[in-house]
């Protein structure tokens, strides 16, 4: 794709891309050489650019340490099968981002930036892109409230940022979650649809506590009743029931997930009864107990379709259907097809670099 400008570069001179083990990787723990950043400042974006990965130095009155300011993206860029790169849906990701920012008071990034950096970003970090089947380039846009200050105001100064990490396949096993009945993620006129820092902290109390008691995630509830999933840890949760693909209905309590829509766009494509509304555990519980073949899995950038293979509902659990032949596994696998150029992308959702 051809590029709107240039951003200036500095390399590294000290490339650790051939101590990375590929066939090790941790989810975000391998920087790639290179990151991008840019500040605000006197209203403007200042200085973009992309230099050697490097830590901050940061002031401890830095306002987003206190009072949360902070924003993040997540998403995907991936080797195709001709060798060329492609990021997916980075526009819906921008898209994403800025409204999270507007919750948040913060600046939004202009998409010349946001979009330009990523590509100059992966375009110089490609070698970063992992072969392995399933094996992405992570890209974690984030900006955070920099200005130095203890009082609790709105920001005005940030920084914006871009960094990339190489990963493997995630959860690679059939997930068991807990409809979580005291707990809440979100509640109506929150920052439920935000991809904001405060959202990710406040979950992990109740998620600690799911694990405690032997499951991996929650799968949230709606804050009035305890009774209509939301979804689930970083994933939007879908069900196949009766042929039919359900998900909750978009609201603000909930992430407008790229996953999500990508999986309902390619399930209509394919004539596929699809419902977005509310599902309350009781319809699912009832359709477990009824003996019906009910497929749930989480929708999510870092592991795509996560089917879960456990529900538990209070002092009562049931099992999903997990076996190979579920229809869940085969969004998996035409996402793939056409991220990697082996199906074609109608959608136009690869971003080939
Ligand atoms: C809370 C939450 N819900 C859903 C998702 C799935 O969104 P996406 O498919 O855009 O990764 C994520 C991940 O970004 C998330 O953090």
Request: proline share 5%.
């Amino acid at each position: 794709m051809e590029t709107a400008f240039a951003i200036p570069i500095r390399r590294t001179t000290k490339s650790r891309l051939d101590q990375t083990r590929f066939d090790r990787l941790a989810f975000g723990k391998e920087p790639t050489d290179h990151l991008f950043i840019s500040e605000f400042a006197g209203n403007e974006w200042r200085d973009p650019r992309i230099e050697p990965f490097h830590d901050l130095r940061l002031s401890p009155f830095a306002l987003a340490l206190h009072y949360g300011q902070t924003v993040f993206e997540g998403m995907k860029a991936f080797r195709m099968e001709d060798g060329r790169i492609s990021i997916f849906r980075p526009d819906k990701h921008h898209e994403r981002f800025n409204r999270s920012l507007e919750r948040m008071c913060m600046p939004a990034v202009p998409s010349e930036i946001f979009l330009q950096a990523l590509h100059e970003l992966v375009d110089l970090d490609r070698d970063w892109a992992p072969t392995q089947p399933e094996g992405a380039l992570y890209l974690r846009p984030f900006m955070f409230a920099s200005e130095a200050r203890l009082g609790v105001k709105v920001a005005d100064e940030y920084i914006f940022m871009i960094v990339a990490t190489p990963v493997a396949q995630y959860y690679a096993n059939p997930l068991r979650v807990k409809v979580e009945l005291e707990y809440v993620r979100a509640a109506e006129g929150g920052t439920g649809y935000a991809k904001c820092g405060g959202n990710y902290g406040a979950a992990f109390y109740p998620t600690q506590q799911a694990r405690a008691e032997g499951f991996d995630q929650v799968l949230w509830t709606d804050s009035r009743h305890h009774e209509f999933i939301e979804e689930s840890g970083t994933m939007n949760a879908m069900f196949i029931i009766d042929d039919t693909l359900i998900t909750p209905l978009l609201t603000p309590t909930l992430l407008d997930g790229v996953t999500r829509d990508s999986i309902l766009t390619l399930a209509r494509q394919r004539g596929m009864a699809t419902e977005e509304r509310s599902i309350s555990w009781k319809e699912l519980q009832a359709a477990l107990r009824g003996g019906k073949r009910v497929e749930a899995f989480g929708a999510g950038t870092a592991a795509v379709v996560a089917p879960i293979e456990w529900i538990q509902i209070g002092s009562e659990g049931f099992g999903c259907y997990t076996n190979d032949d579920a229809v869940m596994y085969s969004f998996k696998r035409e996402l793939h097809a056409i991220r990697t150029g082996s199906q074609p992308d109608i959608h136009g959702w690869n971003y080939v670099v």
